[in-house]
């Protein structure tokens, strides 16, 4: 079942913080969330983060909540690109953070969700 709702995919996450991680494929994490909206090859240095995914989830009450999903302080950018499985950084804003990540990731993996932010099937 689903409990959270994507529905910004550049969402404005100043001020979030580590809330957990999710073991993933990098591929996986594209098709379920899209392209990661900062890549530090592409979009300027960064010392600490090469991967970076900035989303807003809804819950069925209407409560929103945002989430990073991002690799941290590795040497490069494909050690968590390449990876068979990589245990992402979650930061948020609130503590449900975590469980929408993982929720929608999920639910895609579940094909309850047809695309990212594409909507309930």
Not at 6 to 30: Q, R
Not at 61 to 68: F, I, L, R, V
Not at 106 to 113: D, G, P, R
Request: glycine share 8%; aromatic share 16%.
């Amino acid at each position: 079942m689903l409990f959270y709702e994507l529905i910004d995919t550049d969402a404005n996450t100043t001020g979030t913080s580590l809330k957990g991680y999710i073991t993933a494929n990098y591929n996986d994490l594209v098709q379920a969330f899209g392209e990661p909206v900062y890549m530090a090859e592409r979009d300027g240095f960064s010392d600490k983060v090469w991967t970076e995914w900035k989303l807003e989830f809804e819950n069925k009450e209407g409560d929103t909540c945002k989430a990073t999903i991002y690799d941290w302080k590795e040497e490069g950018p494909f050690i968590s690109r390449n990876a068979d499985k990589y245990k992402w950084h979650i930061g948020g804003d609130c503590f449900d953070s975590q469980f929408a990540v993982q929720d929608f990731f999920e639910a895609y993996q579940s094909n309850l969700v047809d695309q990212h932010a594409e909507g309930i099937l």
